[in-house]
């Protein structure tokens, strides 16, 4: 029951959060939310900067686990991207408010909440970098690689808002559509967003984990 209440209670969070922003909301409308008095939402959390805290590492740790799954399955680099560009597009349509949150308002917390939430957030663009590192024909340094592993993420979390997941197509055509783009480019008429891998390309030399 009380694993339940808990719950209800980082939904309504959640909920108030993203509509209003950590700022606008305040700690009555999430006791109104959840069903609580004021006084009782205090008996299970701490405050506002608790429940933010707790509703990014909670979003962050589904996010991970789910790229973790996806990617067991995925036995090249481009491969590992599509499951990558799902697992964003599929979490964005299932928790769209608790991406909205991820993204907008982890700066928000005091520490050292902020810099728990900054390591898994790092956490996840560093699996995404490995995998451009892999992908990459080029050679390109890191702040190259980097920057286009940020332009991607930019990409999901734009596309991971209203219309586009929501729409009536499918989240995985979507994905396949997108990491299509990214692997081939706009103008490779050649190329086709399919489910095959690209040609295979040299890895780039000397590349080592993200700092």
Not at 20 to 26: E, H, K, P, Y
Not at 30 to 46: D, E, P, Q
Not at 144 to 159: D, K, V
Not at 169 to 189: I, M
Request: hydrophobic residues 45%.
């Amino acid at each position: 029951m009380i694993g339940t209440r808990y719950e209800g209670i980082l939904d309504a969070a959640r909920d108030v959060i993203a509509r209003r922003g950590f700022q606008q909301a305040s700690i009555r409308e999430i006791a109104n939310a959840s069903g609580l008095s004021l006084a009782g939402l205090y008996h299970y959390v701490g405050g506002k900067d608790e429940l933010l805290f707790l509703v990014l590492d909670g979003a962050l740790d589904r996010l991970l686990a789910a790229l973790e799954v996806a990617w067991r399955d995925a036995n090249t680099p481009a491969e590992r991207l599509r499951a990558l560009v799902d697992t964003h597009l599929d979490f964005a349509s299932r928790d769209p408010h608790a991406l909205k949150i991820v993204n907008r308002d982890y700066d928000l917390l005091g520490e050292p909440h902020r810099s728990e939430i900054a390591a898994k957030r790092q956490e996840y663009l560093r699996r995404a970098l490995a995998v451009l590192r892999e992908l990459d024909p080029h050679e390109r340094t890191e702040e190259e690689l980097l920057s286009a592993t940020n332009l991607l993420l930019g990409m999901l979390n734009g596309i991971g808002t209203r219309p586009f997941v929501r729409s009536g197509r499918s989240v995985r055509t979507l994905a396949n559509e997108v990491a299509g783009l990214f692997l081939h480019g706009f103008l490779d008429g050649g190329a086709k967003a399919s489910g095959h891998d690209p040609e295979p390309v040299e890895m780039a030399a000397g590349a080592d984990g993200a700092g």
